[in-house]
């Protein structure tokens, strides 16, 4: 089997349920769009956990949280679990990430041969969430509302800054690797923060939403007591109080983020153009960490099994899979085997200890028939919550709260808790049975509170004299670039041109 090249493009908090086959009609997103009609569209694809760190180390590794140990933004992604980069390197492959993947720990690579840039976010164990102290909210890195509040247009922010450079070092390195010095199939991941909040944009992606129909969310904020116990709990974590949330805030919110799914739009469309003009060929795979709420029933940013922070865009575009649109649950754990099974890479010595299956087979006409699995252990909670997806019903479950159960197909915005109508008894016993047979959620607490206390400890102790940070530090070999004295000249001008002789 010959090994593709592979191009995977990940995106920050990118709702799914703008996705519904490839992006909706009214985005501005040509380049996804021209993706999206070339690829398997897979609509209901989900998140392991709705949160950046445990989201990340689950696609990455093909495991949920309760497995990865990396239960939220603070917890560390050990060096021993395999991800795809480690398989795909293993058989082969030059592995690069050019972005984010949010590892906490001292390593920063996790398979990856090369890294492009640092990471947009810290390394170390210090947004680690107590459980010891329920209700306790951590000011300097809690979301507040003040990304919404704070909405509107600017020519540079830090996000931008870092998603510009990111764009850059990628093209950057699919030129080279057009060159052909390295004749190894490649796999380069290229990982954005957009459009993750604050809400800022520039103003001529702004621009294009400014007589957008959408910029008010379909359902009108729950009164706080009428929310369920977890969305309260997202609420106070949000620090609700203390902000007033107006219509036009709402407003611009949304045509903010709406504005940086074009600016990432942009984005793609550099690298397909680089990868068209380099004459290189390679599977691509669109994906999103997790969701955002984006106002819907008055809630923001991520942290709920709710559809707007769970479902995630998932698109394909692969000889061996047939373009078109998917309906069946599928999820972010799915990819590292379909990815191995792409590359055709023997995953069996571990795949007893992996979540995930191939989804290769639904883009050949194949039906799956099994659940897929969602965990939250980190801010705004305090006890694990675990959710299955099941055909049309998602049911969710948390020690602390009453069980949740919906039918998406008559309830997409999952107003109704079905759990406790005599109706439907029959169906929530039996995805109740699949959820404890999964989960134990006494020890799943238990391991987070030890990871948690550890944390604590660990952390203060490091902050406490001299500090090494383990950020990832990129590193440019400036002797090694462009003309040094110990290059031959004409075999340099030579080896750095693509394509040579035209």
Not at 177 to 199: E, I, K, M, N, Q
Request: with cysteine; glycine share 6%; charged share 25%.
């Amino acid at each position: 089997m010959t090994q593709p090249n592979i191009l995977i493009i990940m995106v920050d908090q990118l709702n799914g349920t703008f996705f519904p086959d490839g992006p909706a009609d009214w985005l501005h997103a040509p380049h996804l769009k021209k993706l999206a009609a070339r690829s398997t569209r897979f609509a209901n694809a989900y998140t392991a956990s709705p949160l950046c760190a445990p989201a990340r180390a689950s696609f990455m590794s093909g495991q949920l949280p309760s497995r990865t140990g990396v239960y939220d933004n603070a917890a560390e992604f050990t060096s021993s679990i395999p991800t795809y980069a480690h398989h795909l390197r293993r058989a082969g492959y030059q592995t690069c990430l050019s972005g984010k993947m949010h590892f906490v720990g001292p390593d920063q690579m996790h398979g990856f041969e090369e890294r492009l840039t640092t990471d947009i976010y810290p390394a170390d164990f210090g947004w680690t969430p107590d459980y010891r102290k329920p209700g306790e909210r951590i000011e300097w890195w809690y979301h507040n509302m003040g990304s919404v509040t704070g909405a509107g247009v600017a020519e540079i922010t830090n996000q931008m800054e870092y998603d510009d450079e990111v764009a850059h070092h990628a093209k950057m390195k699919m030129y080279d690797l057009s060159r052909g010095a390295d004749t190894r199939p490649w796999c380069l991941t290229v990982s954005f923060t957009h459009p993750h909040d604050p809400y800022v944009a520039r103003k001529k992606h702004w621009d294009l939403y400014n007589d957008c129909e959408h910029l008010m969310p379909e359902i009108a904020p729950i009164p706080y007591e009428d929310q369920d116990a977890h969305s309260k709990r997202i609420l106070d974590a949000n620090d609700r109080d203390n902000f007033t949330i107006t219509d036009e805030n709402v407003k611009r919110a949304r045509q903010a983020y709406f504005a940086n799914i074009s600016y990432l739009d942009d984005k793609v469309g550099e690298l397909m153009q680089t990868l068209e003009d380099t004459r290189q060929e390679a599977v691509i795979l669109f994906v999103s960490d997790h969701g955002d709420m984006l106002g819907e029933r008055g809630l923001w940013f991520k942290m709920s099994f709710l559809e707007g922070a769970s479902r995630v865009p998932l698109m394909i575009c692969a000889p061996e899979m047939e373009a078109g649109l998917n309906t069946t649950p599928v999820s972010s754990i799915d990819i590292l085997p379909t990815l191995c099974d792409l590359a055709g890479v023997d995953m069996s010595e571990v795949m007893p200890w992996t979540d995930g299956q191939s989804i290769v087979p639904l883009g050949q006409g194949g039906e799956r028939f099994e659940p897929v699995a969602m965990e939250y252990a980190a801010e705004a909670s305090y006890a694990p919550l675990v959710s299955l997806r099941y055909g049309k019903w998602k049911f969710n479950r948390c020690a602390l709260d009453p069980d949740q159960l919906f039918d998406l197909e008559a309830d997409p915005h999952e107003l109704i808790n079905l759990a406790a109508v005599p109706a439907h008894k029959g169906t929530a016993d039996q995805l109740r049975a699949k959820s404890e047979a999964r989960w134990d959620l006494d020890a799943y607490d238990a391991a987070v509170r030890h990871s948690q206390a550890g944390r604590w400890v660990v952390y203060e102790a490091l902050r406490n004299g001299n500090y090494y940070p383990w950020d990832y530090q990129p590193l440019q070999k400036a002797s090694e670039r462009y003309m040094r004295n110990h290059m031959d000249l004409n075999i340099l001008e030579e080896s750095k041109r693509f394509p040579r002789g035209e």
